[in-house]
């Protein structure tokens, strides 16, 4: 009987995805108060070249504290299946970019279990019959993931609700109630849950 197992704390969620979370969304008017467009028809998108003057440099946010996230960390008082808060996240001020790095902000956990059982029994002189059986993940653990399917899970999307600007925004895929289930829209949390059993059997015979 073998076997390996594997337990890793979880990634940081800034390292394997989106240093800025996918930044996006808009707010109806700039830092000096003009709309955008003639009379506002046309929100100003949160980007790089609106706040930042220039595509070349990536927009980051800042973090804050909020109704939704009194301590202003996105880490603390997290909820099931929840990673991060998006509550915790605004926007820099006009020119000025908010931080690289966010903290260690970790993502699930990765736990894997393998097993093999062998027997041979002889038969006479060099001759046996093998019997092996082998189970991949044999606890048959599942692992909560951020998943492609449910892009918004992982998508920092921001809005203006009061017409203040880029400094009254707010999140827009926050908590509806139902998060921590599998394909919510709710940014910070995942839900998602991958993985299964895989057997082999075999059987040999040496002559």
Known sequence: ?????????????QAVGSPNFFLAGNANSSYNGAFCSNGGATPCAINSTIILGTPDVLLQPTMRPSA????????????????????????PSSGVNGPVNL???????????DLTVQKTFVIKDSRNLQFRAAAFNFLNHPLTTFSSRYPQEATLSLYDPN??????????NGDNGNCSAAGSTCFGYAGYKTGRRVMELEARYNF
């Open 1 to 13: 009987m073998s076997g390996i197992t594997n337990l890793q704390s979880g990634p940081n969620l």
């Open 68 to 91: 939704n996230c009194p301590t202003g960390d996105p880490t603390a008082g997290l909820k099931k299946n929840q990673y991060v808060n998006g509550y915790c996240f605004g926007l």
């Open 103 to 113: 903290g260690y902000i970790r993502g699930p956990a990765f736990f894997n279990s």
């Open 163 to 172: 017409s203040a600007g880029f400094a009254g925004v707010q999140l827009v």
